[in-house]
């Protein structure tokens, strides 16, 4: 992959805290930037990829789970309207 890539860790953060913290950092990220969320919430499978989407970023693939770790790859996208909601 080219561009920025940024680690976002958030496993042991009780929800909602990884929707939160997940789009507070991709609000403060450049365009471009890949972040790879981890996080161990079981509500967050569902929650990040709804919010991150809904907030105008971009899923690059499906959530994965493996052991109690679950991880989601999103992209900032190069353009367009982000919302800062």
Not at 11 to 38: H, M, Q, W
Not at 55 to 64: K, S
């Amino acid at each position: 992959m080219n561009g920025k890539m940024y680690l976002l860790d958030l496993r042991g953060e009780p929800c909602p805290y990884p929707v939160v913290f997940s789009l507070e950092a991709l609000r403060n990220l450049d365009k471009g930037t890949i972040v790879e969320i981890l996080a161990d919430c079981p509500q967050s499978f569902i929650s990040v990829p709804e919010e991150v989407i809904k907030a105008g970023y971009e899923m690059l693939e499906p959530p994965r789970k493996v052991g109690p770790t679950l991880r989601f790859l999103v992209k900032i996208p190069d353009s367009g309207v982000i919302s800062t909601i």
